[in-house]
């Protein structure tokens, strides 16, 4: 399947496009509408290596449809960055979206040892019997920032939002089959208003979907009815793609959580570590470090994962912000076990638009049976999260582990540094 993309256009159009692109007299976007979106994809590489004097043979090497991804995901294209792939599992999983199921996590990284902890943790899950998992439908916010005269047209226009509500939903669904205004949450300061919007999007993350409809209603309605301009249509109140205490509170996206017991058994043979020494990593590091540092994730390190995972499955890499908030917990359970949990508030996933239309995108969601159904919009979405969830703790419980036993830097001596094997 993977093929060098070879050009087809005769060589003297060929080397004067080259040309030109690499000299800055044709734009990267202007070249000509007849070529394909392989040839186009090419022309711009070797631009790029002439100007630059460099190799990049390998960016060309790929297989999945330019066409696609480079009006839909990428303009400018000049290839594809390539990204290990390794699997985690089987992981056992009980939950409302993913039944009873032994499951294998693909995640995409160039962290060595990662995989290798990440399966660790997977095998002591299910020498558990398996995580419970669930994920609840917070939903996807946008929250447009609006300026006032003062208090007093602040409280007016506070007062129009509550009073046509069914307005204002009517203009923001539109006649969208899946989204859904789930509530309108204000906040004011001095002479500025956010209407944070939350909404469910069904299998889609949302964000352009809540974008477009918050233009739509802001347009046709909220601006021409109370003369308040929306000064941007993002306030950073929303809050896309930042840590925010908002999204921690409130949560976005989905909510997700994953709990285990683990017997002395599980956690001396599997784990290599024992309750008392978990517990107390536990407390110290995830609890009083993260307070200490003021950090907003509590845990050991839920973004490892999340971006793995996101990376591999299309996701909006830039969610992983959100997604490394959240709790790691690890309790006395039983003679000599525990119950550990991952609470995550803030998980943006989709099942469909973005970048899961990509080929090895696609792929990766079928191998965690992650398929849009359009008889029960949104059920995908929240597998994909539950999923999520259960790989969070798979890690979680292996850092931990690792670190009881200060193992943590002979398994990157070993595995994650090169030449030094
Ligand atoms: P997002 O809004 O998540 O950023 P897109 O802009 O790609 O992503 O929007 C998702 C698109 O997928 C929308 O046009 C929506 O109508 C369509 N769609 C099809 N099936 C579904 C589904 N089951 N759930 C949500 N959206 C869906």
Redesign the pocket.
């Known amino acids: 399947m993977s093929k060098m993309q070879t050009l087809r256009v005769p060589e003297n159009e060929s080397d004067t496009l080259v040309a030109a692109l690499a000299a800055g007299s044709l734009d990267m976007h202007r070249l000509p509408a007849h070529l394909s979106a392989d040839e186009k994809v090419t022309l711009r590489r070797q631009a790029m290596e002439r100007k630059r004097g460099v190799d990049l043979d390998h960016l060309g090497q790929y297989s999945l449809d330019a066409e696609q991804a480079s009006t839909?995901s990428c303009e400018n294209m000049i290839g594809v960055a390539q990204i290990p792939i390794g699997v985690i599992g089987p992981l056992r999983l009980r939950g409302e979206h993913i039944g009873d199921e032994e499951l294998h996590v693909p995640l995409a990284t160039t962290e060595g040892a990662l995989v290798a902890s990440a399966n660790r943790g997977c095998r002591a899950i299910t020498a558990a019997g398996g995580a419970w998992v669930s994920a609840e439908n917070v939903g996807?916010t946008r929250a447009p920032v609006f300026r006032t005269s003062g208090g007093q047209q602040t409280r007016t226009f506070l007062r129009w939002v509550e009073e046509h509500g069914e307005a204002i939903r009517a203009q923001l669904e539109g006649d969208?089959?899946?989204?859904r205004l789930l509530d309108i949450r204000p906040k004011a300061v001095g002479t500025t208003v956010f209407l944070r919007f939350r909404f469910d999007?069904?299998?889609?993350?949302?964000?352009?979907?809540?974008?477009?409809a918050c233009d739509r209603v802001i347009q046709n309605l909220i601006e021409p009815e109370t003369g308040v301009e929306c000064i941007s249509l993002s306030g950073n109140y929303c809050c896309d793609k930042k840590p925010a205490a908002v999204n921690f509170l409130e949560g976005r996206g989905k909510r997700v959580h994953a709990e285990v017991l683990l017997d002395k058994h599980v956690l001396e043979k599997v784990l290599k570590t024992n309750a008392r020494a978990l517990v107390e990593v536990q407390y110290r590091k995830n609890l009083l470090g993260s307070a200490a540092a003021g950090s907003m994730g509590f845990n050991a390190h839920y973004a490892n994962i999340v971006a793995a995972l996101f990376i591999a499955a299309g996701q909006?890499p830039a969610q992983v912000v959100e997604g490394s908030l959240g709790i790691t917990c690890v309790e006395h359970h039983g003679p000599e076990g525990v119950y550990a949990s991952v609470d995550m508030p803030d998980c943006p996933v989709?099942?469909?638009?973005?970048g899961t239309g990509l080929a090895t995108q696609r792929q990766v969601l079928d191998l965690l049976g992650v398929r849009?159904?359009?008889e029960r919009?949104?059920k995908?979405?929240m597998r994909l999260a539950e999923i999520v969830g259960g790989a969070v703790l798979a890690g979680e419980l292996s850092l931990l582990a690792a670190l009881t036993s200060r193992d943590l830097a002979r398994a990157h001596q070993r595995l994650g540094r090169s030449g030094e094997r």
């Open positions: 839909q996807i969208s089959r899946f989204l999007a069904g299998d889609a993350m949302g964000m352009n979907m809540a974008t477009i909006d989709a099942a469909i638009g973005g849009v159904d359009a919009p949104g995908a979405a």
